[in-house]
């Protein structure tokens, strides 16, 4: 069976982690350097991006990441696409740059402004997984601001793209850990 | 639909996931703020003393300043919380409409209410609360808290009591998980808490809202042990900026928060620290002076 880790600093990991459960997989919660190494793929969960990158900093993780990156899937949501990004404003922090988009943090306001959405799901999405609308938990999202020509759209909010997948990396602004829909984790377990 | 599978709840709960792992620092200004996201809190508290002040002040504690809660958001990009006394359902609507990421209904406040907690459900904006057990988490759910924390004893830099809390929450817990159909009901009464909670608790063996660790956190190890104990996370009150070097100890804490299991990494952390809190010895402090006695 293919090793799927959840990076477990900082966030919503305990909830990727039953979902990649619910979906088959059997996840591994990672700390640290060693624990990457026998993964097949990685998930950065939802939590304050801001912090995470410091957790990873205090441990030297950084460069192991886009190290991880070059090579296996990545998934990202919320804060974890936030780190995946090339560049992010609001404010300007460092980031992996594993996807070709720039990313504003807490883009649509404080928690006051979270959210629970259907999204629109682009046909690419629709043929891979089973059809139907997909739900969305916001929470203090943030939005893709610029998308590369190499990223694909699976699905939209308002327009904005809110699911993308570049080769073998998949981002989303929201939390598809926080519903029961597991569409999304299944798309991301076929990479792996 | 019961009120806490709704989406509104989803929601709230949902932010209360994001800071799992993490530490929430009590600020009085911008300045600490600043300091506390640099040394990677999760999110900030927002309040007018720390409650080591409050306990040696005496007089009412009330609401922060709203212009100090202001500067606070201004500051910093990680979620802001702010706390509100027991019961003051008008200052929790203008931190409400101040638009914070967080409210904590808080003991360490003087209570604006004797017997009546705020009705949390009508807000949009998601409570913590504090609870000493069980029944008291399950209230506190009830009325619509999408946060449970320990409460502790705020300000005493003793862990004591935050370990007494997290321990009979989820030895209670882990009592639910084994009885009949009947025996619930009955639990329900005696822990004088929703039947439907119960129900739920005795099903996950868990609360359905994440549940933190807050009251008496002054070093990495306290951090550490109410995590082993169960916490998801840890609130520091006084802790951080009544210790003789507020910014190595934020740091310090947080590592310890994520290593918890890692006694390597915990020792790592706890060199050079510098002096901690003044501590106190809860059994020798009167009844009236406790905190955690207040909120029913």
Redesign the interface.
């Known amino acids: 069976m293919k090793r799927v880790g959840v990076l477990?600093?900082?966030?919503?990991?305990?909830?990727h982690a039953e979902a990649l459960r619910r979906a088959g997989a059997e996840p591994a919660l990672v700390?640290d350097r060693e624990e990457l190494r026998s993964l097949d793929g990685l998930v950065i969960p939802?939590?304050?991006s801001?912090?995470m990158l410091?957790?990873l900093r205090?441990d030297g993780l950084l460069d192991d990441l886009t190290e991880f990156g070059r090579r296996k899937p990545v998934f990202g949501t919320?804060?974890g696409a936030i780190l995946m990004a090339q560049r992010v404003s609001?404010?300007e922090q460092e980031s992996l740059a594993l996807m070709d988009m720039d990313v504003e943090?807490?883009s649509y306001?404080?928690?006051?402004d979270?959210?629970?959405a259907v999204l629109k799901t682009e046909p690419d999405f629709e043929s891979r997984t089973a059809a139907g609308e997909l739900e969305a938990?916001f929470?203090?999202a943030p939005r893709i601001r610029r998308l590369g020509p190499g990223a694909k759209i699976l699905a939209r909010f308002e327009g904005d793209p809110v699911l993308v997948e570049q080769g073998r990396h998949l981002a989303a602004t929201f939390?598809p850990e926080?519903t029961r829909d597991l569409r999304v984790h299944e798309l991301f377990l076929e990479k792996l | 639909m019961l009120q806490f599978t709704s989406?509104q709840f989803?929601?709230k709960v949902?932010?209360a996931?994001?800071?799992?792992?993490?530490v929430i620092m009590d600020v009085t200004n911008a300045e600490q703020a600043r300091i506390a996201?640099?040394?990677?809190?999760?999110?900030v508290m927002a309040l007018e003393r720390v409650p080591s002040d409050i306990r040696k002040d005496g007089g009412v504690a009330r609401m922060a300043n709203i212009a100090i809660i202001e500067q606070i958001m201004k500051t910093v990009?990680?979620?802001v919380m702010a706390k509100a006394r027991i019961g003051h359902f008008m200052g929790a609507r203008i931190l409400?409409v101040l638009?914070?990421?967080?409210i904590d209904e808080s003991e360490v406040l003087t209570p604006a209410d004797e017997e009546h907690h705020i009705a949390k459900n009508d807000f949009?904006?998601?409570f913590v609360c504090g609870a000493r057990n069980l029944g008291e988490a399950l209230r506190r759910i009830a009325e619509g808290a999408a946060m449970i924390r320990t409460k502790g004893e705020a300000g005493s830099g003793n862990i004591v009591e935050a370990v007494r809390h997290i321990r009979t929450i989820v030895k209670e817990m882990k009592q639910l998980t084994v009885l009949g159909k009947e025996e619930l009901v009955h639990a329900s009464k005696t822990l004088q808490a929703p039947l439907e909670l119960v129900e739920w608790v005795a099903q996950n063996g868990k609360l359905p809202t994440p549940n933190f660790s807050a009251g008496g956190i002054a070093t990495p190890a306290d951090a550490a042990l109410v995590m082993q104990l169960g916490a998801?996370a840890v609130f520091v009150g006084s802790g951080i900026f009544k210790s003789s070097d507020p910014g190595a100890r934020a740091?310090a804490i947080?590592?310890a928060a994520?290593?918890f299991?890692?006694p390597e990494k915990l020792l790592e952390a706890s060199r050079s620290l510098g002096e901690a809190m003044p501590g106190l010895d809860i059994a020798k402090l009167p009844e009236s002076e406790l905190m955690q006695t207040r909120g029913w």
Do not use: W
């Open positions: 477990s600093l900082l966030g919503d990991f305990a909830a700390r939802g939590g304050e801001t912090t410091k957790l205090y919320c804060a609001n404010p943090r807490n306001g404080r928690q006051i979270s959210r629970v938990v929470i203090r939390h926080l | 989406e989803r929601l949902g932010l996931e994001m800071l799992k792992g993490g996201e640099d040394a990677g809190a999760s999110a990009s990680i979620p409400e638009g914070v990421d967080y949009k904006v998601p998801e740091v947080v590592q994520k290593n299991n890692n």
